[in-house]
């Protein structure tokens, strides 16, 4: 089955810039969806379709896929955005949601 | 604005039957949508249970699949999922989101509830 590895942990200072990477086999070819989850809530979209932000997601949020890993970059760092963030693709050969494991983005 | 809202008993014994419903609020389910539950168990990542369409059709999670039902009401615009023989491995947060169809990512989600396993 498809698997989407993501580190456990990332650190930033305030104002820098985070990447959060999403590795998987070949996910150049898929379409990659990340998640932010504050503590105690529940999961919001940031990012869909590799790149693009929702209504509300600030322009801070970016992201990029291609080859075998996705990146959510965080421009800009604020404590706010001290989060776990997921990425998530649909595996067309199975039918099925994959999520990765997550990564805790800690503000220094 | 969709809203989404589970609902359902926050504690199960073990080998009993867990049952959810999601009520979905501004959006009509019939309005060819997919629907989805994915949980959370405490401390650890998301993980996916399963989508269905308004119509009935169904996408398990394999490792679940053996134990999972879902269904949707129409009439009451909420959707609803069993999951049988329940361990405490079951115990996690369940959420119920909506599903985009085509690119399939999940926004917007409930607020999802706990539900612990334990005799």
């Known amino acids: 089955s498809y698997v989407l590895t993501q580190p456990p942990s990332v650190s930033v200072a305030p104002g820098k810039t985070a990447r959060i990477t999403c590795g998987g086999n070949n996910i150049g070819s898929k379409s990659v969806h990340w998640y932010q989850q504050k503590p105690g809530q529940a999961p919001v979209l940031v990012i869909y379709y590799d790149s693009d932000r929702p209504s509300g997601i600030p322009e801070r949020f970016s992201g990029s896929n291609s080859g075998n890993t996705a990146t959510l970059t965080i421009s800009r760092v604020e404590a706010g955005d001290e989060a776990d963030y997921y990425c998530?693709?649909?595996?067309?050969?199975?039918?099925?949601?994959?999520f990765g494991g997550g990564t805790k983005v800690t503000v220094l | 604005q969709v809203l989404l809202q589970e609902s359902g008993p926050g504690l199960v014994k073990p080998s009993d039957t867990l049952s959810l419903t999601c009520a979905v609020s501004g959006y009509s389910i019939s309005d060819s949508n997919w629907w989805g539950w994915i949980r959370q168990p405490p401390g650890k990542g998301l993980e996916w249970i399963g989508n269905i369409y308004y119509s009935g059709s169904t996408y398990y999670n394999p490792s679940l699949k053996s134990r999972v039902t879902m269904s949707v009401d129409t009439s009451k615009n909420q959707f609803s999922l069993k999951l049988t023989s329940v361990t405490a491995v079951d115990t996690a947060v369940y959420y119920c989101?909506?599903?985009?169809?085509?690119?399939?990512?999940?926004?917007?989600w409930g607020q999802g509830t706990l539900v612990t396993v334990s005799s």
């Open positions: 989101a909506r599903i985009w169809t085509g690119g399939n990512w999940f926004d917007p």
């Open positions: 998530q693709v649909w595996d067309s050969s199975s039918d099925h949601v994959i």
